[in-house]
Nanobody
Protein backbone atom coordinates (compact mmCIF):
# COMPACT_ATOMS: atom_id res chain seq x y z
CA UNK A 1 0.00 0.00 0.00
CA UNK A 2 1.66 3.17 -1.27
CA UNK A 3 0.84 6.37 0.60
CA UNK A 4 1.40 9.89 -0.73
CA UNK A 5 0.84 13.05 1.29
CA UNK A 6 1.01 16.52 -0.24
CA UNK A 7 1.65 19.73 1.65
CA UNK A 8 2.61 23.34 1.02
CA UNK A 9 -0.53 24.68 -0.58
CA UNK A 10 -2.09 27.95 0.43
CA UNK A 11 -3.11 31.43 -0.64
CA UNK A 12 -0.59 33.55 -2.53
CA UNK A 13 -0.68 36.78 -4.49
CA UNK A 14 -0.16 36.88 -8.26
CA UNK A 15 3.56 36.83 -8.98
CA UNK A 16 4.28 35.04 -5.73
CA UNK A 17 5.88 31.67 -5.09
CA UNK A 18 4.96 28.45 -3.37
CA UNK A 19 6.67 25.10 -2.94
CA UNK A 20 4.66 21.92 -2.77
CA UNK A 21 5.97 18.72 -1.24
CA UNK A 22 4.85 15.13 -1.59
CA UNK A 23 6.15 12.49 0.79
CA UNK A 24 5.84 8.81 -0.04
CA UNK A 25 5.70 5.99 2.46
CA UNK A 26 5.54 2.23 2.06
CA UNK A 27 7.34 2.84 -1.18
CA UNK A 28 10.73 2.19 -2.73
CA UNK A 29 10.77 5.80 -3.79
CA UNK A 30 13.72 5.66 -6.16
CA UNK A 31 11.99 3.26 -8.57
CA UNK A 32 8.90 5.43 -9.00
CA UNK A 33 8.18 7.95 -11.71
CA UNK A 34 6.54 10.93 -10.02
CA UNK A 35 4.21 13.62 -11.21
CA UNK A 36 2.13 16.60 -10.22
CA UNK A 37 -1.38 17.09 -11.56
CA UNK A 38 -3.93 19.77 -10.88
CA UNK A 39 -7.67 20.18 -11.14
CA UNK A 40 -9.52 23.47 -11.09
CA UNK A 41 -13.25 23.66 -10.30
CA UNK A 42 -15.29 22.53 -13.29
CA UNK A 43 -12.20 21.55 -15.26
CA UNK A 44 -10.51 18.30 -16.19
CA UNK A 45 -7.50 17.12 -14.25
CA UNK A 46 -4.31 17.99 -16.11
CA UNK A 47 -0.69 17.00 -15.88
CA UNK A 48 1.58 19.75 -14.61
CA UNK A 49 5.02 18.16 -14.41
CA UNK A 50 6.71 14.78 -14.20
CA UNK A 51 10.06 13.50 -13.07
CA UNK A 52 11.18 9.96 -13.81
CA UNK A 53 13.18 7.54 -11.74
CA UNK A 54 16.13 8.66 -13.86
CA UNK A 55 15.36 12.33 -13.09
CA UNK A 56 14.20 13.28 -16.57
CA UNK A 57 11.60 16.05 -16.36
CA UNK A 58 8.65 17.18 -18.42
CA UNK A 59 6.35 20.19 -18.04
CA UNK A 60 3.04 21.36 -19.34
CA UNK A 61 3.44 24.33 -21.67
CA UNK A 62 1.36 26.46 -19.32
CA UNK A 63 3.91 26.16 -16.50
CA UNK A 64 7.16 25.79 -18.41
CA UNK A 65 9.73 28.26 -17.19
CA UNK A 66 7.78 29.01 -14.02
CA UNK A 67 7.54 25.66 -12.23
CA UNK A 68 10.33 23.25 -11.32
CA UNK A 69 9.87 19.64 -10.28
CA UNK A 70 12.59 17.89 -8.30
CA UNK A 71 13.03 14.89 -6.06
CA UNK A 72 15.03 13.89 -3.03
CA UNK A 73 15.04 10.11 -2.86
CA UNK A 74 16.76 10.10 0.53
CA UNK A 75 13.74 11.96 1.92
CA UNK A 76 11.16 10.08 -0.16
CA UNK A 77 9.97 13.46 -1.38
CA UNK A 78 9.09 15.13 -4.66
CA UNK A 79 8.79 18.91 -4.85
CA UNK A 80 7.08 21.41 -7.09
CA UNK A 81 8.58 24.88 -6.92
CA UNK A 82 6.01 27.32 -8.27
CA UNK A 83 7.18 30.81 -9.22
CA UNK A 84 5.47 33.72 -10.96
CA UNK A 85 2.11 32.33 -9.98
CA UNK A 86 -0.99 33.39 -11.87
CA UNK A 87 -4.68 33.25 -10.94
CA UNK A 88 -5.16 30.51 -13.52
CA UNK A 89 -2.79 28.32 -11.50
CA UNK A 90 -5.49 28.08 -8.84
CA UNK A 91 -6.39 24.42 -8.40
CA UNK A 92 -6.08 21.39 -6.19
CA UNK A 93 -2.67 19.87 -6.83
CA UNK A 94 -2.22 16.11 -6.65
CA UNK A 95 0.89 13.98 -6.37
CA UNK A 96 1.14 10.83 -8.48
CA UNK A 97 3.47 7.84 -8.37
CA UNK A 98 3.90 4.98 -10.85
CA UNK A 99 6.25 2.08 -10.27
CA UNK A 100 8.75 1.48 -13.05
CA UNK A 101 8.72 -2.21 -12.16
CA UNK A 102 4.93 -2.54 -12.29
CA UNK A 103 3.20 0.15 -14.31
CA UNK A 104 -0.16 -0.87 -12.90
CA UNK A 105 0.96 0.26 -9.46
CA UNK A 106 -0.26 3.85 -9.45
CA UNK A 107 -1.03 5.96 -6.39
CA UNK A 108 -2.44 9.42 -5.74
CA UNK A 109 -2.22 11.80 -2.83
CA UNK A 110 -5.19 13.55 -1.28
CA UNK A 111 -4.39 16.90 -2.86
CA UNK A 112 -3.43 20.33 -1.60
CA UNK A 113 -5.23 23.56 -2.47
CA UNK A 114 -3.36 26.35 -4.21
CA UNK A 115 -5.15 29.67 -4.56
CA UNK A 116 -3.61 32.61 -6.41
CA UNK A 117 -5.57 35.78 -5.80
CA UNK A 118 -5.08 39.44 -5.02
Amino acid sequence: QVQLVESGGGLVRPGGSLRLSCVGSRIIFSIYNMGWYRQAPGKQRELVATITSGRSTNYADSVKGRFTISRDNAKNTVYLQMDSLRPEDTAVYYCNAVSTLDRQRESWGQGTQVTVSS
